[in-house]
């Protein structure tokens, strides 16, 4: 079945440090790839997305592009804040429906 | 207006009690979810209904049970909780779409003691 793999966390990060989660996926055919951020005490909103292969999402500085022949989808951003102290999630849609397979998740803390 | 909505945001109980979550959506999206996020914030996907009919239905426990009155709304009644119930529950919805994207409620903290 589909899988999801996010490289282990915690991840702490000084403020304008680059970020880099790593993501890696197993899936049949063609899915689609999402980031969602989940900030303390709220639901998961979406970071960004990509829907095929070389693709790549962006928002609010953050990056993340579709490799196929790697199967990843690396969040990445260039200078932290301490805003972006949150869970991370990468996660996958697949042809089986409108659902998605999520990654572990990675917390994220900046320090200032 | 929030566009998913979950009720309520807490809830602590005591083992062998029965208890509901309500959700609804604003969205006039087709499709909702329930997922169980665990105290290792891992999530995992416990029902799908899709225009009121049940189309994702996890290895979870029959003690588990989501009811779909219509395609707003997504109610989960959980009977004789055990330990192992406690967790966070997020309600989302969405089109039926696999490239689209989740909207997430704001999560019930379920603690049974």
């Known amino acids: 079945g589909d899988s999801v793999t996010q490289m282990e966390g915690p991840v702490t990060l000084s403020e304008e440090a680059f970020l880099t989660i790593n993501c890696t996926y197993t899936a049949t055919g063609y899915p689609s790839l999402f980031w969602y951020v989940q900030y303390p005490g709220e639901g998961l909103q979406l970071l960004l997305k990509a829907t095929k292969a070389d693709d790549k999402g962006s928002n609010k500085g953050f990056e993340a592009t579709y490799r196929k022949e790697t199967t990843s989808f690396h969040l990445e951003k260039g200078s932290v804040q301490v805003s972006d102290s949150a869970v991370y999630f990468c996660?996958?849609?697949?042809?089986?429906?409108?659902?998605?397979?999520f990654g572990e998740g990675t917390q994220l803390t900046v320090n200032p | 207006d929030t566009a998913v909505s979950q009720t309520p945001k807490y809830l602590v109980t005591q083992m062998g009690n029965d208890k509901s979550i309500k959700c609804e959506q604003n969205l006039g999206h087709d499709t909702m979810y329930w997922y169980k996020q665990d105290s290792k914030k891992f999530l995992k996907i416990m029902f799908s209904y899709n225009n009121k009919e049940l189309i994702i239905n996890e290895t979870v426990p029959n003690r588990f049970s989501p009811k779909s009155p219509d395609k707003a709304h997504l109610n989960l009644h959980i009977n004789s909780l055990e330990l192992g119930d406690s967790a966070v529950y997020f309600c989302?919805?969405?089109?039926?779409?696999?490239?689209?994207?989740?909207?997430f409620g704001e999560g019930s903290r379920l603690t049974v003691l």
């Open positions: 989302a919805s969405s089109h039926w779409d696999p490239r689209g994207e989740l909207f």
């Open positions: 996660a996958l849609s697949g042809t089986s429906g409108s659902r998605l397979t």
